[in-house]
């Protein structure tokens, strides 16, 4: 399984970027898939999923500003950020559990000025 993550950069406060996670050797339709975001010296935290069947969730501190979405054909996963504020400055991972393991991408810096 490989996650190839794209769309990360530095943007200002109330800007907007797009993240995409590409995946491969795994049967993605199948796949729940997930987001994930990490600051140095904090924990990992989970930023937005999306099931199979498209049912979306989130994150309390990202409701109403980003949307997940993914493509079945393109076998992407991507993550709409609007409405950025510092806060958000952090690596972005995409995430998924596969045969029993945890696969992530390489992660994807977003940088938020005011």
């Known amino acids: 399984v490989q996650l190839q993550a794209s769309g990360g950069g530095s943007v200002q406060a109330g800007g907007s970027l797009r993240l995409s996670c590409k995946a491969s050797?795994?049967?993605?339709?199948?796949?729940?898939m997930k987001w994930y975001r990490q600051v140095p010296g904090k924990e990992r935290e989970l930023v937005a999923s999306?099931?199979?069947?498209?049912?979306?969730s989130y994150a309390d501190f990202v409701k109403d500003r980003f949307t997940i979405s993914r493509d079945n054909v393109r076998r992407t996963v991507s993550l709409q950020m609007n409405e950025l504020s510092p806060s958000d400055t952090a690596l972005y991972y995409c995430y998924t559990r596969n045969r029993d393991r945890n696969w992530w991408g390489q992660g994807t810096l977003v940088t938020v000025s005011s």
């Open positions: 050797g795994l049967n993605f339709r199948l796949t729940d």
């Open positions: 999306i099931s199979t069947g498209g049912t979306a």
